[in-house]
């Protein structure tokens, strides 16, 4: 496997998993990314150019993805709209992108006879109960939620189609809630962290009780890699790191962290529809391929990604204003 073609490689998912092929492969990389609001070239540009090759482009666009398929020996697939409130107000480019989008790359794949790994996410099953003791597996129903994650569920049904009909050699995964360098403002972390640099309150919607199984993005792009290298064509991984934590445990820990009040923190408008609780089962993942996270204290990452956010204020400073608008436009 020398060549991989990456989708949605300058988003935050994307940007990770390209260092992580850079570091610990000799891989070649070709990222296909619109570059969307999502996105930033220069979340790419001090990796070694004869590594890492960057074409702006859409994944809807059959020709230019007909002709970098033809040349690839794996395709990973992350671009996506992957924002839930934005499918909330606009979810014509979900549609778009992450069903039309997966379409046209199965499409192609399909034609090259093309190694194909696509990136999902837990959404794909609905919410959890606080207090269900279950988890989610590779066996439980899909019950989509948000225009977002019904997408995502569109398009996981469709590369189970292509490998059962068209026999594809796919593999799926659906990971729960990443966080780490490189993520847009627009998301919890990542505001909560540059709101408290800017001295402002953390925003929690609704009463905080939400809770959310996190994962470092290091952890999620070993755990694609590994699967791709070993895992079982037709197959479907669940990846997730034992990470659950309520919104409002996040909140207050980030406080603690910049050495304010725990409890200090505005209570905005909640999400329509706001899934209640994710948490993954890994457990296939673990045994059949002996996969493990490297990052497995929680608190530590966090504390570790605020630095990163501090010592990279020219990355995310010139997004910041206008997703902060964005959001109060919408009571967030
Ligand atoms: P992101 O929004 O940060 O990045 C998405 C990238 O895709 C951007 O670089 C964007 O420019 C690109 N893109 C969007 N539309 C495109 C198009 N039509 N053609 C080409 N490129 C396009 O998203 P992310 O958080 O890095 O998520 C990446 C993938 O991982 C998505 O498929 C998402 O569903 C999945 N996922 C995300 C999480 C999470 O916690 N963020 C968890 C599980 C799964
Ligand atoms: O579970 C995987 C999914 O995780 C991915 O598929 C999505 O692409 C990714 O965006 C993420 O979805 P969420 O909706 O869980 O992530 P988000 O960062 O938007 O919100 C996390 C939780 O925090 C959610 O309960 C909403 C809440 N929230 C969010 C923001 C932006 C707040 O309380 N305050 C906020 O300001």
């Known amino acids: 496997m020398t060549h991989v073609l990456v989708t949605g490689g300058a988003g935050f998912i994307g940007c990770n998993f390209v260092r992580h092929l850079v570091r610990e492969t000799d891989v070649r990389v070709t990222v296909l990314d619109k570059l969307t609001y999502a996105s930033s070239e220069a979340s790419l540009a001090d990796l070694p ?3 890492v090759r960057l074409v702006v482009g859409d994944i809807v666009d059959e020709g230019l993805v007909d002709g970098l ?6 395709v990973v697939h992350f671009a996506a709209e992957s924002h839930n409130d ?10 778009q992108t992450n069903i039309v989008g997966t379409f046209t790359l199965l499409e192609a794949v399909r034609r ?6 696509h990136v999902s996410t837990d959404e794909v099953y609905g919410d959890l109960e606080l207090d269900d003791p279950d988890r989610f597996t590779e066996h439980t129903a899909y019950n989509p939620s948000s225009p977002y994650s019904a997408s995502k569920a569109a398009s996981d049904h469709l590369v189970r189609a292509w490998v059962r009909s068209f026999k594809v050699r796919a593999t799926i995964s659906n990971c729960s809630n990443n966080y780490g360098p490189w993520q847009h403002v627009e998301k919890f972390i990542p505001r909560q962290i540059t709101e408290l640099i800017e001295g402002r309150a953390p925003r ?35 990846i ?25 923190f505005v209570q905005v408008a909640d999400r ?25 204290n929680f608190h530590d990452g966090l504390a570790r990604t605020v630095t990163w956010y501090r010592e990279h204020e020219d ?8 997703t902060e608008a964005t959001y109060a436009q919408k009571g967030h």
Not at 231 to 237: K, L, S, V
Request: hydrophobic letters at 40%; aromatic letters at 10%; a negative charge.
């Open 272 to 296: 329509a529809g706001h899934d209640l609780r994710y948490a993954i089962n890994s457990t296939r993942l673990r045994s059949e391929l002996g996969w493990r996270p490297r990052h497995e």
């Open 240 to 264: 997730g790191a034992d990470g659950e934590q309520s919104n409002l445990e996040v909140v207050r820990h980030l406080n603690v962290l910049f050495d304010r009040d725990p409890d200090d």
């Open 204 to 238: 929690v919607y609704g009463a905080g009780a939400n809770v959310r199984d996190w994962i470092h993005a290091d952890d999620h792009s070993s755990a694609v890699w590994r699967i791709i290298t070993a895992g079982r064509i037709g197959e479907t991984y669940l």
């Open 112 to 117: 090259h006879d093309v190694r194909f790994h």
């Open 69 to 74: 398929v033809a040349t690839a020996d794996v």
């Open 86 to 95: 934005n499918s909330l107000t606009g979810p014509r480019i979900f549609v």
């Open 49 to 51: 150019a004869d590594r």
């Open 315 to 322: 990355w995310w400073r010139p997004v910041k204003a206008a």
